[in-house]
């Protein structure tokens, strides 16, 4: 084997050890987002972080493009959180989940499987939630909001990677 072949192998092979040793970094965000959902009084609030949790579940077991019947439903959750979302007074708090709809609106769009165009438009987004995140002083709130932003992180991350 040429050192050639052999950096060959390595570079092939960096994304796939990089996507693996992301993988219980996502899943222990998205296990800490759910636990802090479960924990939600407020029934607006509850109801729309459910639909994202659930929309998250449904990303997280996907690989490659998401199924027909997959689009439909996250669809439908995404229309759940824009009609929840409406009602919203806070202004901060409207900022976030408008941004979280832009994200989701894209990433269902793409199938589950980001373009290069739609990662280059979605990175300002990801930065506008996270500036808006890090003004969050409820530490409850804080922790799912994290959880959220990290799991947004990790899917443009991945996508980049994939480019």
């Known amino acids: ?15 796939t050890v990089a996507a693996a040793q992301e993988q219980p970094r996502v899943s222990a965000q998205w296990a800490v987002m759910k636990a802090n959902v479960a924990t939600i009084r407020n029934v607006p609030e509850k109801e729309r972080w459910t639909a994202n949790v659930e929309l998250w579940q449904l990303h997280l077991a996907q690989t490659g493009r998401m199924a027909a019947k997959d689009h439909e439903q996250m669809s439908k959750l995404l229309d759940m959180i824009r009609y929840n979302v409406s009602r919203i007074r806070n202004a901060p708090e409207k900022a976030r989940w408008t941004a979280n709809i832009q994200l989701w609106t894209v990433l269902i ?37 994290d959880a959220n932003r990290e799991l947004w992180q990790s899917v443009l991350a991945r996508s980049a990677a994939a480019f």
Do not use: H
């Open 109 to 145: 769009d793409d199938e589950g499987v980001l373009s290069r165009a739609s990662l280059t438009k979605l990175t300002p987004v990801l930065d506008t939630l996270k500036a808006n995140v890090a003004q969050i002083t409820f530490a409850e709130e804080r922790e799912r909001w």
């Open 1 to 15: 084997m040429t050192i050639r072949t052999l950096w060959a192998l390595l570079f092939l092979a960096a994304p």
